[in-house]
């Protein structure tokens, strides 16, 4: 009985087919963990956006795009910098001026006395004594000839009369001069003073630069063009001003003169340009800029740009954020080319003209986009 029961087999009947439930697949095709698969689009409602303060701009065809980079130093232009020196050596008795403040043309900075060593004491006294001297001997000389004026010679008497105004001249400028020396410094223009170190009762030299005034509404900026970027600067091209990396702001720049003469020591020929009222709260002398070139080496070819902030990176790989319906974000893979602070040239790409790509909030965005 035992060994019957070890030889039977059981049959089964074949296997039917699962019927899934409402709203599940239990099919074949079901993929493991579907939901986590990632797209080529990011969803974003409108209140997240507002949040995420996200902007767009249109990807346009431009004959504008510079392929010029310049760099070059800010600079006070003409009536922009007064340095104020003292005319002769003394001490400081009065200060009218501070550090950083607003100032007017002919505005009194501060008083000078002068000061005379040893050796000029003695000359100066040596000379109106002098002086002195001389104008007792004309006035003697002038009463003697007038006590005798219908005997003397009428030339003697003129001559006597002519000394004795110049000796009066030369008395009362000596006695000035050992009266008044005390000397007030002007600004010679409008601005702001810049950084000083003075005090009152300090000794200064004459030629020491006292202050230095600036007004920062008249900058330029001084930048050098090599030989090989000549030909990419054409007659009516536009210039703007920018920081270099990590300083925000740029600013439009009108050209003042292209130097036709040659740096002996780099072969460079000198750009001068004026930046306008705006730009110059931007920018202070002697700061390094770069200089953008728009409309250098295009030829009129129109290329497509974005801006250069749209801009990002998927693995390694460039890519823009195309805002293809109210709450879709499209990813697309570009190629790009020369950029500069405000735009980006693609070669290649899923990118076309009047395509709106995001160009502030791209870092959320990405974020969202490999999270999901």
Do not use: C
Not at 58 to 77: C, I, P, Q
Not at 224 to 246: I, R
Request: glycine share 8%; hydrophobic share 40%; charged share 15%.
């Amino acid at each position: 009985m035992g060994a019957l029961a070890l030889g039977m087999v059981v049959l089964l009947p074949p296997p039917a087919p699962l019927w899934a439930h409402d709203g599940e697949d239990h099919g074949a095709t079901a993929q493991p963990n579907a939901g986590a698969a990632m797209t080529d689009a990011v969803l974003l409602p409108k209140e997240s956006q507002f949040l995420f303060g996200v902007r767009t701009a249109l990807a346009n065809y431009s004959t504008t795009y510079n392929r010029l980079t310049l760099y070059g130093t800010v600079s006070a232009a003409n009536g922009g910098e007064g340095r104020v020196v003292v005319p002769q050596t003394g001490r400081i008795v009065r200060l009218d001026a501070r550090v950083g403040q607003a100032v007017r043309a002919s505005q009194v900075l501060a008083v000078v006395d002068q000061t005379l060593d040893a050796t000029q004491q003695i000359g100066l006294a040596t000379e109106r004594a002098n002086a002195q001297a001389e104008l007792r001997a004309a006035q003697q000389d002038y009463a003697r000839l007038q006590t005798i004026a219908d005997i003397a010679a009428r030339k003697d008497v003129v001559a006597a009369e002519l000394r004795l105004r110049q000796a009066r001249q030369n008395a009362t400028i000596l006695n000035g001069q050992a009266r008044t020396r005390r000397v007030s410094i002007t600004s010679p223009i409008s601005g702001t003073v810049d950084v000083f170190t003075l005090a009152v009762g300090q000794q200064v030299n004459q030629g020491d630069e006292l202050f230095r005034v600036l007004n920062p509404g008249k900058l330029r900026v001084e930048a050098q063009v090599f030989a090989q970027d000549l030909e990419k600067l054409p007659a009516n091209a536009q210039f703007m001003v920018e920081g270099l990396q990590g300083q925000q702001g740029s600013a439009p720049a009108r050209l003042v003169v292209f130097s036709n003469t040659v740096n002996p020591v780099n072969q460079a020929r000198q750009l001068i340009l004026e930046l306008d009222n705006a730009g110059s709260n931007l920018f202070r002398a002697g700061q390094a800029v770069n200089v953008q070139v728009m409309g250098a080496g295009s030829s009129g070819k129109k290329e497509l740009v974005v801006p250069t902030s749209a801009l990002t990176d998927l693995n390694g790989k460039p890519v823009v954020f195309v805002h293809s319906a109210p709450e879709t974000f499209k990813i697309r893979y570009v190629q790009p080319g020369s950029a500069n602070g405000q735009q980006t040239v693609l070669l290649a790409g899923e990118v076309n003209e009047n395509d709106r790509v995001v160009s502030v909030g791209t870092y959320q965005l990405k974020s969202i986009y490999l999270n999901q």
